[in-house]
């Protein structure tokens, strides 16, 4: 008696053996087995490869609109990976310095004067960043809005050995608000374009921060 | 010469078995990187960067969170491990699909999220349950055998619990949620069919092997100490997370 007749033995499982008669024929499942093959042939190099690396040789992901899904995430690879080698890795993020930031954002106060005004238009899948150099405890306003499209942001800082992530937002029109910088460094915006169309921006600042830094 | 060929037969059904576990450890370790409790990065990553209707991509991801799915998989094997007809697998599977439906598009409609953690120990619970209910655990326990078709009700209730958590996690935008997330509905249930059909095939084939049933315990056993194993890793998850 094997162990396996054994266990058996003592189980008593909550089935009977199976009547031949029901079960699936050689001949069937070698055919299931070969579409199984050919189905996974065709999903791996027709949706699997254009949606997870952008890869599309056959053409049928970008028909299916995922050759997008597969370049965008490609992207986001790349760009973590050289954020991990700028900043060293590891999610500095504190929640706290978030939520005390949070309270400091909010709508900006109506006031005549704007300091600065930074214009930039991006093409579909373009991205730019425009950070304002802050002592600790800076205070600067901003109100910006888009035209031609919809906008995706994300203001955020790093400085002195810290991040901080104070919003995003995606399919955007227009925005406002202020930023206290809860430690020295560069405060402010990643834009990118997601839309199918040229978006321009246009950001006014005032308050208090030594420059307006722009990169590609 | 009798003795010759069982000792033959031993041998094939040990190889089998080994196959099994192997190609088992294999997919475990394929889809490790989901073991963390965030959904790929890349795919919250793309989500959180589109709004507006996306139905094919969002087909897409819920088929992928399906087949990917080492729990709804493991808890799927065990519903259908002992339904030799056609018919009772779709009446099961369908009960299944509807149970976990419900929860997952109700939960993220009014944003039902539930510690991922304890959804997941509860989805591991119920891939132990379902293995011990096949070994006719609960008749030699309690003398009674409990509703197959409510239990896979309820648990699929729980699974959908537990896609609802992840996809808010996902945070898809609000503008086109709605088809959004009927389309990760399909694309889950879709997903389904395709594990199933693998699924199929391999029970096909080893249940026209003569220690089908003899294996068959050892297979439910295995069933019940890995989601056991699952359900350990979420409440430590949960107790890290604390």
Do not use: C
């Not at chain 1, 254009?50 to 490609?74: R, S």
């Not at chain 2, 996306?54 to 819920?62: A, D, E, K, R």
């Not at chain 2, 209910?133 to 003398?143: C, I, S």
């Amino acid at each position: 008696m094997t162990i396996f007749e054994k266990m058996r033995e003592a189980a008593q499982l909550n089935a009977d053996k199976p009547d031949p008669a029901l079960l699936p024929t050689p001949r069937q499942l070698r055919r299931s087995t070969i579409a199984a093959v050919i189905g996974a042939a065709f999903i791996g190099v027709g949706v699997y490869l254009p949606a997870e690396y952008g890869i599309d040789p056959t053409g049928v992901g970008n028909v299916l609109g995922l050759t997008e899904m597969g370049e965008i995430k490609q992207q986001l690879a790349r760009e973590a990976a050289e954020d991990e080698l700028l900043h060293g890795g590891g999610d500095q993020s504190s929640s706290l310095v978030d939520d005390i930031f949070g309270l400091f954002v909010g709508a900006a106060h109506a006031q005549e004067v704007w300091t600065d005004t930074v214009t930039f238009t991006l093409a579909p899948d373009a991205a730019t960043e425009v950070k304002l150099v802050m002592a600790e405890g800076d205070v600067a306003e901003y109100a910006w809005v888009a035209e031609g499209g919809r906008i995706n942001f994300d203001l955020h800082a790093h400085g002195d050995g810290q991040s901080v992530d104070y919003d995003r937002g995606r399919g955007a029109t227009d925005g406002a608000g202020s930023i206290e910088a809860p430690f020295p460094g560069e405060h402010g915006w990643f834009w990118r374009n997601r839309d199918d169309s040229d978006v321009t921006v246009t950001l006014q600042l005032r308050g208090a921060y030594s420059e307006v830094v722009r990169s590609e | 010469m009798s003795s010759n060929s069982t000792g033959l037969r031993a041998l094939a059904s040990r190889r089998v078995t080994a196959l099994l576990l192997t190609a088992l450890a294999v997919y475990a370790s394929s889809v490790a990187q989901a073991l963390a409790h965030d959904v790929t990065p890349g795919d919250a990553g793309y989500i959180q960067e589109i709004w507006g209707v996306h139905v094919i991509s969002f087909i897409y991801l819920g088929a992928k969170h399906m087949v990917t799915g080492y729990d709804h998989i493991l808890f799927l094997l065990g519903v259908v491990f002992f339904l030799y007809r056609m018919k009772d697998v779709a009446i099961y599977v369908s009960i299944f699909a509807i149970g976990h439906s419900v929860t997952m598009l109700a939960g993220v409609w009014w944003g039902w999220g539930i510690n991922a953690y304890i959804i997941d120990a509860i989805i591991g619970l119920s891939v132990v349950y379902k293995a011990l209910d096949n070994l006719g655990a609960y008749q030699k326990w309690f003398g009674v055998q409990p509703n197959t078709k409510a239990a896979t009700l309820i648990f699929g209730l729980f699974h959908g619990t537990g896609l609802a958590s992840k996809i808010i996690e996902y945070d898809i935008s609000d503008e086109g949620l709605l088809w959004n997330l009927l389309a990760f509905n399909v694309g889950v249930e879709v997903g389904q069919i395709l594990a199933l059909f693998v699924i199929l095939i391999v029970m096909g084939y080893w249940r026209r092997s003569s220690a089908f049933m003899s294996q068959a315990v050892v297979a439910n056993v295995i069933m019940v100490g890995l989601g056991l194993w699952l359900t350990v890793i979420q409440i430590n998850g949960y107790l890290a997370a604390a």
